[in-house]
């Protein structure tokens, strides 16, 4: 699926069987409690805290498809494209960063 089809699909499940769009703020929390619980995985999976016995069967994917399904909910809501949105981001990016990441002793 593309970017420009979630949207559409997100937006279609919305105003069926969501009924309406939360309100942006309302979303903006939300987005940020779904981040919080890809962090938490991300901490106990590769970071240096343990697993509760309830976090065991946390599925990372489903967390992370969680965020994109809210940050798509606030791209729908704030009528961004983010097709045209990524596209412009990467080609900011590769001005930007051209020789910055070769450069950086760091990453050698």
């Not at 069987?17 to 938490?40: H, Q």
């Not at 946390?58 to 494209?81: K, P």
């Amino acid at each position: 699926m593309t970017i420009e089809e979630a949207q559409k699909r997100i937006d279609h499940w919305i105003n069926t069987t969501g009924i309406r769009y939360f309100n942006e703020l309302t979303n903006t929390a939300i987005l940020m409690e779904e981040v919080g619980e890809v962090a938490r995985i991300m901490a106990r999976r590769y970071g240096e805290q343990s697993f509760k016995k309830s976090d065991e069967e946390i599925n990372l994917a489903d967390e992370m498809a969680d965020v994109l399904f809210v940050l798509i909910c606030l791209a729908n809501q704030t009528g961004i494209d983010l097709t045209e949105a990524l596209t412009t981001n990467l080609e900011k990016k590769n001005i930007r960063d051209a020789e910055r990441h070769r450069n950086n002793d760091k990453l050698q």
